[in-house]
């Protein structure tokens, strides 16, 4: 396993479309254990290919609380098969928009579906951090940001932010 150098926005990489992969192949988990090792090194929740530079339909997440064990989960062309209609806010953070956290409301329960490392299908449903979370990762796979959320304004404040923080840097 290797950490990946993490882009930051406004990298355009961070704006383009995923494609899904074909399969699960040992490329495709060579990527997952990556991401995994780069996600717990920043330390994150979660992580979409795109945010390595990989334009790949593949996320990991791993909402355990701490002092719990590790649950990684690897997931490749996840797609949302129901969300509820009940919102529910969260305050959200990105590892690609370092220091900005602010509230999104989005669908509180989700079905899910996707392939596992093993390249089977899975469905589960997600709720509380879990379904955050994953709704956040499978946003970077369309290029929207979680900041694309909020108003103009505010997200223009976080780019310039970031950007002069980076400068700095
Ligand atoms: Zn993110």
Request: hydrophobic letters at 40%; aromatic letters at 4%; glycine letters at 4%.
């Amino acid at each position: 396993m290797a950490v990946r150098p993490i882009l930051v926005a406004p990298h355009p990489a961070l704006k383009a479309k995923a494609k899904p992969v074909s399969r699960v192949d040992d490329a495709v988990r060579q990527l997952m254990d990556d991401m995994l090792e780069t996600m717990y090194q920043a330390p994150g929740i979660g992580l979409a290919a795109p945010q390595v530079g990989v334009p790949s339909r593949v996320l990991v997440v791993d909402v355990a609380k701490e002092g719990e064990p590790p649950q990684p989960l690897r997931l490749a062309n996840p797609e949302i098969l129901w969300a509820s209609e009940e919102t529910q806010p969260y305050e959200e953070g990105c590892l690609s928009i370092p220091e900005i956290y602010d509230e999104v409301e989005r669908p509180a329960k989700v079905k899910l579906r996707y392939l596992n490392y093993q390249g089977e299908a899975v469905e589960e449903d997600a709720e509380g951090l879990f379904a955050v979370c994953i709704q956040h990762e499978m946003d970077h796979l369309e290029g929207v940001l979680f900041i694309d959320h909020l108003s103009r304004l505010k997200r223009d404040r976080a780019v310039s932010k970031v950007k002069k923080a980076a400068k700095a840097a």
